[in-house]
């Protein structure tokens, strides 16, 4: 196997980087450990690793990156702390018209997140967070299902178990609504 294949980026020159995503003491995702490396079978070009190769590296853009990647369901509590702000006042009476794809798509990060750390009974929490009925939060759930932000249980499980991760177009809504609400 190509060693670039496996690399998480590759830089202008060549430069491959890998890197791993942990916690800190707040429970922030922050970069743990970052590799820059050349292919064996390549020359090492001019420069190799320079100042100027390692500006095109941003912490950012690799926290982008792991989260799109990643089955993990976890943004800084800042960011969280949006999501929410953002059901919470977008999830009103939805009528015919329906709420905005992003509201699903928050929804279903926290739906995810709740899973983790509740898995018995997620939807009742944020049910019991957000002062709505759960019939509430697993009817938008449901829809959040349809349009293409949550999917279905990895198993096939029965529908009354919780389960479910936010879909590659779930996490760009999120990601687009973290950008634009900083």
Same mark, same amino acid.
């Given at each position: 196997?190509?060693?670039? @294949?496996?690399?998480? =980026?590759? =830089? ?25 490396? #050349?292919?064996? @079978? ?24 792991? #989260? ?5 369901? #976890? ?30 798509? &928050? ?7 709740? &899973? ?10 944020? @049910?019991?967070? =957000? ?9 938008? =759930?449901?829809? @959040? ?38």
């Amino acid at each position: 196997m190509n060693q670039s @294949a496996m690399a998480d =980026l590759v =830089l202008s020159n060549g430069a491959e980087v890998n890197f791993k995503v942990g916690q800190d003491a707040l429970g922030n995702p922050v970069v743990s450990y970052l590799q820059i490396s #050349f292919s064996r @079978a390549k020359e090492i070009p001019q420069g190799g690793v320079s100042a100027t190769l390692l500006r095109e590296i941003t912490i950012s853009e690799l926290l982008s990156l792991w #989260f799109q990647e990643s089955s993990r369901s #976890f943004l800084t509590n800042r960011d969280e702390q949006s999501v929410w702000h953002a059901i919470h006042n977008g999830g009103g009476p939805s009528g015919r018209r329906g709420l905005p794809p992003t509201y699903y798509a &928050c929804l279903a990060y926290v739906y995810v997140r709740q &899973c983790e750390l509740t898995p018995n009974n997620p939807t009742a929490e944020i @049910a019991h967070r =957000l002062q709505v009925s759960p019939k509430t939060i697993t009817t938008r =759930l449901a829809q @959040a299902r349809k349009i293409g932000v949550l999917s279905g249980r990895k198993d096939g499980t029965s529908v009354t178990r919780a389960g479910g991760v936010l879909t590659a177009e779930g996490k760009k809504l999120i990601i687009n609504f973290i950008k634009e609400s900083k």
